[in-house]
Structures are given as C-alpha cells and as structure tokens.
C-alpha cells in the first residue's frame, strides 16, 4: 500500500519510475499507468494493479522518432511520414519489435505498439529519462478510461506513490492505432486521428480492421470502457418512454432532453464532434457517480472522430461478455 500523491514533481515521478513503481502521467488522449518500458518486473505491476489479462499488449511511449528507432526493428518510409506529421499526438504505430522490447510488453506479438505522446509534463518526463515509458489507460481494467489526475486517484488509490498532474486531457478519447501492411497503413483501434486525416495530405492508402473475437488489438474486446450504471444506445425519446419512472441519465450530442430526466450532459452543443468526444468519458463517470438506473444515449454520426466515438459507446453498452 502506498500513500497516492497528487502533483507536478517531475523529479518525484523519475524516482519512483527508476524504482521500477508505477506513476500515474497525463498525455492528451487520456491518463497513462506508467512503468519502465524496459523492466519486466516493474511491466508485470502494471497488469496486478490493472488486473489486465496478460494476452493484452502494452503502448511503449517515447520522446522522439530517434528513441523510437532502438524499440523496433526499421521504421517503413510510410510511418516516418505519419510521425512527421502526427508526432507528438494521438497516433499509436505497430511496428516489429526489437530485441531489447520484453515479451511482457507485447504479450507475445511480433509487433510492439509505440506512441510519442503530445503533452508538455510528460514529454519532459520522458526527455529524463533513460528508458521508455509503458502505459496503458490508468483504469482498473474493463473500466472508462481516466481524463483527469482525480480519475486516476478514484481507480487505484494506495496502489500507487504518484500521479503526476497534468490537468484534463485535451483530446480526452485513446489514441488511434495503426499497423502497416506493404504500403497500407492498418487502423486497428479508432481514435483521435480519423483514417480521412491519415489518407489525406500523405497519400497513404489506409484500411479498417476492427476484430472482436481475435483481436489484432485486445483492446478491441466488446466489453471495455464500461459505466457500473447500464448504458443503453438509440433513439433518446423512444427509450424515455421505454424506461419512465426510472432515475435516467441523458448522453445526447447536442440536444437538450428534461422531461422525465434526473440528469442530461450534452456532449457539444455546437454539434463538434471533436468537443464531444473531449467530453465524453468525463460525462461517463459523472453519471457514474449519481445511482442513476440507467444511462441511455444515441449513435453519433458515423464520420470522422464520431466513429470512435460511437465505437467507445458500443463497447460501454455492452454486456454478456467481459474482458
Ligand atoms: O491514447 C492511448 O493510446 C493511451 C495513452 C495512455 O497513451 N493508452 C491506451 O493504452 O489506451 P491501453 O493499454 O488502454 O490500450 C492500448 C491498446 C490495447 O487495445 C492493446 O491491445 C493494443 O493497444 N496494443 C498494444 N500493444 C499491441 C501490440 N503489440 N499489438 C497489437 N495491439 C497492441
Ligand atoms: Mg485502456
């Protein structure tokens, strides 16, 4: 057991790190579980106090592409162009391991995931350290992933000494992932940046292979992001009537819903889907905490970073199978 400390030592985060502990960093996308990358008895903490199953691979973050370079074995000419134009930021590549990579971290794949994270705390961090940082979504496992240092407090308090506080996540949804086959880049998690993005501008061909049952990426098992609180999608009106009498919360995207409702969060009133899905895990986990009976919420357009989106609610929503 430990005493959790909040705040912005970056000093106190090297230490704990070099001591092979856990500390709690802010990216962009959402809060990290940081462990030495390249220390597998410090790894192994990670999936205890996840209690993450061990098949799930873990994101190598680094400072730069040269760090990057050592992790893997060649970076194909496609990938370099992306990391120009999307590293720092939300864009997570699969590349082959090298030797220096524990088996812990990929779980056995041939592939390690590696991310240069875009934020100012932890890029320093990084920039002190000597080795790289491995960190999956500092949430128990199953759980809504973390936007804020408090949110990581709330999961895992006494499991770990430290939480280095960045503030709320800017981009506040994961990190999109993103394999190469030949000369066409793979997205195997939906995330920040939309395969739109990554087409446009860089010529590069990109393809979608989201697998449930075998997953190329196990973060793609059905059931992962979800509220305690059921969630239900479709259409907000229709469900009011469905479940009247019920306490319900209301997820919509830009609509106001009050009758009938103890409590509406709309996601983006301007309808940007950027803005909601910056909201949404907040709004998840504010619900979370009111004894509703039910939250129910709708699909958002199915286009740019509303894929992810709705990809996310999918998966909150659904029960009858866990990680
Ligand atoms: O935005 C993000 O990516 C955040 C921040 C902290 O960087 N990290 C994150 O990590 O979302 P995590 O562990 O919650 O999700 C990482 C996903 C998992 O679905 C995992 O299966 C997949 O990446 N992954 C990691 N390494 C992999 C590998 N070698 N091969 C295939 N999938 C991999
Ligand atoms: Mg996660």
């Known amino acids: 057991m430990f005493k959790t400390k909040i705040g912005t030592d970056l000093e106190e985060a090297k230490y704990w790190l070099e001591q092979g502990e856990l500390v709690g960093i802010p ?11 390249l220390d597998p008895m410090a790894v192994a903490k990670i999936y205890a106090v996840k209690q993450r ?16 370079e050592k992790l893997v074995v060649g970076i194909p000419e496609t990938c370099h ?27 056995g794949n041939v592939r390690v995931a590696v ?40 999961g895992l308090e006494g499991k770990i000494p430290y939480i280095l506080d960045g503030g709320v996540c800017r981009v506040g949804l994961e990190s999109t992932i993103l394999g190469f086959e030949n000369d066409i880049a793979v997205i195997h998690r939906l995330g920040t940046v939309t395969a739109e ?16 049952s075998a997953p190329s990426a196990p973060g793609q098992l059905k059931s992962h992001y979800a509220t305690r609180t059921p969630l239900i999608c479709g259409d907000i009106t229709h469900l009011l009537g469905k479940f009247e009498g019920q306490k319900i919360g209301v997820l919509s995207f830009t609509q106001t819903y009050l009758r009938g409702v103890q409590k509406n969060i709309v996601l983006s009133k301007a309808g940007k889907l950027e ?8 709004a998840m986990r504010q619900f979370d905490a009111l004894g509703l009976d039910i939250i129910v919420t ?20 659904y029960r009858g199978e866990s990680e």
């Open 298 to 317: 709708e699909a958002f357009p199915d286009e740019g970073i509303g894929m992810a989106i709705n990809d996310r609610l999918a998966r909150a929503a």
């Open 197 to 212: 993005e990554i087409s446009s501008g860089s010529l590069v061909k990109v393809n979608i292979s989201l697998s449930h």
């Open 275 to 282: 803005e909601a899905a910056a909201n949404l895990f907040m």
């Open 115 to 154: 991310r240069i994270p875009d934020h100012p705390l932890t890029l320093q961090l990084l920039e002190l350290l000597d080795f790289p940082i491995a960190a999956p979504s500092a949430n128990p496992s199953g759980y809504v992933s973390p936007v804020s240092a408090a949110h990581v407090l709330d």
């Open 53 to 68: 199953p061990q098949f799930n691979p873990l994101i190598l973050h680094a400072a730069s592409p040269d760090r990057i």
């Open 81 to 107: 162009k992306l990391m120009k134009r999307f590293s720092p930021g939300p864009l997570t590549y699969l590349l082959p391991k090298s030797s220096l990579v524990p088996e812990i971290i990929t779980a």
């Open 27 to 37: 990216t962009e996308t959402v809060y990290g579980l940081a462990a030495n990358g």
